[in-house]
């Protein structure tokens, strides 16, 4: 890499924390308990609004993972989201009422919170509507996964968004609270996406799924980024470049192997498509406050409109990561 | 007589400490090394934890940084207490802090009692030790190392190259033939006297203390000073990855560990409860009484090796994203494109269905949309029909469709119409069959309802298409199966080629063609042709088609084609 494009890159990561720093003016704190985290303690960092019916289940599974601590950003939540999050033992909570948009969809908040908690801990960034698949999370914890990251000196870990969605029209069957989302919804598209590598960034772009096949099919440059990479070991100078779709520095976003071989990698199950959408994408088409002009649900509402099925006859059903695995959507890598 | 474990420990020191009272109250003497960078308030839990115990000593500390003489002299310093404080051992069994016992200690010391004089120790030559990560082998032994590896990695392997480019050459000293393996083993006690009360060890330890990783070469070259009896194994199951890092056991290799007869397992995650309750707890496994044998394993994580250096062929995911040329198999199984074909025969689709059984798609790549196999607007792994979604990543879509369908043959037809974007692709692929009757889209305009003006201008726009496709398969560095007939060629004998081509799409069936596709009519075709170079257009790619009446191939052969028997 040119010496000139290393230092543009420097000064972009630059930039990202000293936003992050200025940001965190807008965070007021609602349950601090960070006093409590431990020295080797896994953390998770969520911004939420609005997800009051997805959190007990949310909860419960990071949980049983092994997470042991929350850091979760409420943006404005009027539906109890607070209160709830307020009275649990493990999680800290800040308030923020300011633009998500301007807070680049929540990222300047958590690349603070991860500035100021996260280092030399491995920190999950996840929404409240992703969950986390990785090799033999049936059998072993998430602590079984960063010890093994640790030894073989892997520092991020990527996991794709798989967009899971029911069968029949998504707002037909109400989701319940504390119900497993990916039972409700328990369809996925098993080979329908491309990718490309971002030669900036180094990280690779992958797009497709239902989303893409339903609501961009003719559009499908503008189809929604599903690669991930949630689990890092934070260190004081990374930064989130967009979501968590990429980082910097870009060693970071090296998550694949590009000599034939396959990295270790998981998946987050999106459990998107839940009857509380159709509310959301109302919402977001008056607050205006998501990704790339709210392209994206306003497509949803267009689609929704038509009471649409994403569900197809080669619809795959969720069973498991091995799955997952045989499928080709993640990998073990060499961890047996 | 006994066995007794000498336990090299540097963290998780509460795992070690159930080890070693698991071993010392099943009456195994045991001397624990710590590492002195372990912090103190720890190694004093643990002398707490097993202070009850007669035959548990601790070692003097060391400080064990990887690759370096602290450990072996920890080992040395720890067999000496237990040669001298515990007469009745007679075997010594070197364990680290995170092996766990697999079998219960009264089935090693019987295995012992049976082979009392044999010494369990990996131990090859250099030049046939395959295992070495980084290359370093002979060199371990003959260069200085005076950098950390881990630390100052840069430093290192400078050093290293620097002396290899002036042939820097430590002298081995006389009698010393250096031998590596797993720093893992099993001594008795003759053999680790004679190693460790040797006149020569200030001298010998002067040199190994400068080598290499000296854990895996110290023992591995003094025993074969010392003794005539070694079985070149190690007692200790150990897996190494591709960066020789040890495979970490966790609860969900319970059966596989039980399987693998093995008394002494590394390493063992330290908070796989399930495994160290299991072995720990006396608890008596299957009693096998088999020898050693950690085959069975072998496959497992040979498997999870190959899966990161390898990969699976034909997978692009967002952990495998292969370079140009680095693909290991660019698509996941063989395929066939027919260029052609389905406007040569009428009913081209269905008889291929019928005589291979594959899944015979339409253009894949059409302008309108993706003519899947039966019409279909969805197809395996939710691959959409439109065509907008296709051309905006077409080698993806090509790759995923083959992904997803492994196991089923697919065919599909391709013409100069397409979506020319994988034309390169196809050529490169050695999965790639490509059949291709040159003109075969001629038929199809000399069909067509549109004007003769318009024909001229598509049949010159396909016909520049079609010659750019064949020269790219004719390319020196093609590696796809390629065929290529003109259409004037192909039309002449259908048969052979079709034959070949069924035979290698289901090379198992090996029939012979009992019915012909049938072929289109053609009456008129070769006045068609003509028309079109009376335009000044020359339909080169289509063959020497004769003018006669009936297109110079009777329509005999369309009512019954003649069959090869």
Known sequence: ?336 | MSVGFVMLCHNDLTRAAQVARHWAENDCPVVIHVDRRTKRKNYDQMVQALAGLTNVRFARRYVCEWGTWGLVAATQDAATIMLRDFGQVRHVFLASGACAPLRPVDELRAYLDARPQTNFIESVTTADVGWTVGGLDIERFTLRFPFSWRKQRYAFDFYVGLQRRIGFRRRIPAGIVPHLGSQWWCLTRQTLTAILQNPDRPAIDAYFRRVWIPDESYFQTMVRQVSGNVESRSLTLAKFDFQGKPHVFYDDHLSLLRKSDCFVARKIWSQADKLYDTFLSGDPAPDLGGEPNAAKIDRLFAKAVERRTKGRSGLYMQSRHPNHDWENGVTAAPYSVFAGFADVFDNWEKWLVKSTGARVHGHLYAPDRVHFAQGETSFMGGLSDSAASRDYRPLDFLTNLLWNTRGERQCFQFGPADNQAITYFLARDPNAQISMVTGGWALRLFKSNLDFADIRREAARLQKIETDFAYVLRLPWVKARVRVWSLAEFVENPIEPLQAIVDEISPRAMRRLTEAPILTDLTGFGQFLQALRNQGMQPTLVGDFPVSENGGFGAQQRARPYLVQ
């Open chain 1, 1 to 336: 890499m040119r010496l000139a494009t290393r230092y543009m890159l420097r000064l972009a990561r630059r930039r990202w924390l000293v936003r992050a720093f200025r940001k965190r003016r807008e965070l007021r704190p609602v349950v601090d308990q960070t006093a409590a985290i431990g020295r080797s303690a896994i953390l998770l960092l969520s911004t939420v609004r609005n997800e009051r019916i997805r959190l007990p289940y949310f909860l419960k599974y990071y949980r049983d993972l092994g997470v042991n601590h929350f850091l979760i950003v409420d943006n404005g939540s009027t539906d109890g989201t607070r209160e709830y999050l307020a009275a649990q033992p493990d999680v800290s909570l800040w308030h923020s009422d300011a633009s998500y948009k301007r807070a680049r969809f929540g990222m300047d908040w958590i690349n603070w919170l991860l500035l100021r908690y996260g280092h030399n801990h491995w920190c999950l960034t996840v929404d409240p509507d992703e969950f986390f698949v990785y090799p033999f999370c049936d059998t072993r914890p998430l602590r079984a996964l960063t010890d093994w990251l640790d030894a073989s000196s892997i520092k991020s870990f990527s996991a794709m968004l798989l967009d899971m969605y029911p069968k029949g029209p998504f707002d037909l069957i109400p989701y319940r609270e504390g119900q497993d989302p990916i039972a409700h919804a328990p369809y996925f598209d098993s080979g329908n996406y491309v990718i490309e590598r971002n030669p900036r960034f180094g990280n690779l772009w992958i797009q497709g799924g239902p989303r893409a096949r339903m609501f961009f099919a003719d559009l499908p440059e503008r189809a929604p980024a599903l690669n991930k990479i949630p689990l890092v070991k934070w260190q004081r100078p990374y930064a989130y470049v967009s979501s968590t779709h990429m980082l910097l520095p870009r060693g970071l976003n090296l998550v694949y192997d590009e000599w034939g071989g396959e990295k270790a990698s998981g998946c987050l199950l999106h459990a998107k498509f839940i009857h509380t959408l159709v509310d959301k994408a109302e919402e977001e088409m008056d607050r205006r406050q998501h990704y790339a002009n709210s392209h994206e649900y306003r497509a949803y509402r267009a689609g929704i409109a038509t009471q649409p099925d994403l569900w197809t006859k080669w619809s795959e059903r969720y069973i498991n990561w091995r799955q997952l695995e045989i499928l080709g959507l993640m990998s073990k890598g060499n961890w047996a």
